[in-house]
Structure formats: structure tokens, C-alpha cells
């Protein structure tokens, strides 16, 4: 017990007091609010000051929040979907809750106070360039900006699985595809659920040919994740190449 409340008030401490001098901070203003479907908005947002502003990984993510706006001044997480070589940064977000559902009103000149970035889940950590990714709904946010940042001669060779009811609710899936076109080292696999059987380990290693020795990338609902990441390990895919981050939104 001692320790569980250790953890607790070191993750306090963490949050607040030490945050405020080892957690990088950059302040942002809203660009556009893109619309991507019914549910679903890209905020794109550029350093209020040219020199400062976070540098991170594709694939990391970061905590934002309004702090002049009424109800959205606390910070909360979200998975960047943009390179890092754009000065800009934009996070995808869906219509989950209070906090996400007014976030698609905010106007260009807002600011925003950006922490981070944060993660591990990323392709560029992994030593092995053959890898699986595997989005369940807004879990392809991360996986875009890892897929804006692939270049056909960069040595990656990339299966996406992007799981969703049907193609009205796949985010981004356009995107995605036209980069598929351009790129022969990386494939989009759409899985629309209510077309076929939810999607399965034992799918993925008939489609992408194996998944021993390949780095596997997991971001979607939890029961998703806790799912295929145990039918990977029934396959004998080790722990440690299976890699997947957990936050909820509201």
C-alpha cells in the first residue's frame, strides 16, 4: 500500500511541481479546425514564438490545452499526426465527450499551451524496419504522422491495419491511401467490422505474411489492444516487440 501511494504522489509531483521544470512547454495558436468527417477534426496549430516550440518523434503525443477558453483550460492528451519536419503541429480529435465535442468550435488565434512530446510508441525507437501497424477508430492518429513521414527510400517496409464499422468512419483513410500510392514500401489494409469478422492476429499473419521478427504496433480501444496483443504472444511474438500507449479522452 505504502507503495502504490509512493507511485501516486511521485506521479503528482511529476505532474505539477516538477513538471513545471522538466516537462517541456511551448505555447501554440490555432491555424484551422479541419473538418474530417461527422466526428472526427484535425487541429492545426503554429509556435507563438518562431524559436520555441517542441520537437518530438512522428507518432508521440503530447498534452494541450485552451487556456483562454472557458472549460478547456486543463490539459489533456492527444496522439500529434504530423511530421516533425513541419513547423506547424496538429492533433486529430474525435467527438468523445464535453472537453473533445467543443474543441471542433475553436476559431485561428486561440492559444494553446502545449506539453510534451511524450512516448515510446513511435517506428523510428524500434531497430526492426518491417513492422505491423494496427489502428482501431482515432487510434490512426499517431499512424499518420508516422505515415506523413515515410519516404520510399528510408528502408521501412510498413503493413497499416485500420479497423472501423465501415469506410464513413475511417478517418483519414483517404490520406492514407494516397500515401500508399506513392510509397510501394507501405500498404493500407482497411477493416471495416461490419463488412467482415472483427479483425484477428491470425488475419494479420496471413496478410502480412508472417509477424515473427517484425515490430507491432498497437493504438485503439483498450479491449482491442488487450486482445490482439494477447493472440500475438499465442503466436510467440515477443512482449517486447509489441508496443501500444493507453490514454482515454473525454
Not at 61 to 85: A, K, M, N, R, W
Not at 118 to 135: E, L, N
Request: aromatic content about 12%; some cysteine; hydrophobic content about 40%.
Amino acid at each position: 500500500m505504502w507503495f502504490l501511494v509512493t507511485i501516486g504522489f511521485l506521479g503528482i509531483m511529476y505532474r505539477t511541481i516538477l513538471g513545471f521544470v522538466v516537462v517541456p512547454r511551448a505555447e501554440y495558436l490555432v491555424d484551422e479546425v479541419r473538418t474530417i468527417n461527422s466526428s472526427v477534426v484535425e487541429i492545426v496549430m503554429h509556435p507563438k514564438d518562431g524559436n520555441k516550440y517542441i520537437r518530438y518523434a512522428p507518432g508521440q503525443f503530447i498534452f494541450v490545452g485552451f487556456p483562454d477558453v472557458s472549460g478547456l483550460t486543463e490539459v489533456h492528451p492527444f496522439s500529434l499526426s504530423s511530421q516533425p519536419d513541419d513547423a506547424r503541429i496538429s492533433i486529430g480529435v474525435k467527438a468523445l465527450g464535453d472537453f473533445t465535442k467543443r474543441l471542433r468550435d475553436l476559431k485561428p488565434g486561440i492559444r494553446a499551451l502545449v506539453e510534451g512530446p511524450f512516448g515510446r510508441t513511435s517506428h523510428v525507437y524500434y531497430p526492426r524496419k518491417s513492422q505491423i501497424w494496427i489502428a482501431g477508430g482515432i487510434g490512426v492518429t499517431p499512424f499518420l504522422g508516422m505515415a506523413r513521414s515515410l519516404t520510399p527510400s528510408d528502408g521501412y517496409h510498413i503493413d497499416l491495419y485500420y479497423a472501423v464499422g465501415d469506410r464513413s468512419e475511417a478517418a483519414f483513410l483517404d490520406e492514407l491511401e494516397r500515401i500508399a500510392h506513392g510509397n510501394p514500401n507501405f500498404r493500407i489494409v482497411p477493416w471495416f467490422n461490419k463488412e467482415k469478422k472483427l479483425l484477428t492476429a491470425d488475419t494479420i499473419v496471413g496478410e502480412s505474411d508472417g509477424v515473427l521478427g517484425k515490430e507491432i504496433f498497437l493504438c485503439g480501444p483498450p479491449t482491442m489492444m488487450t486482445s490482439l496483443r494477447n493472440q500475438f504472444m499465442k503466436w510467440k511474438v515477443p512482449v517486447a516487440n509489441i508496443h501500444s500507449e493507453e490514454f482515454a479522452l473525454n
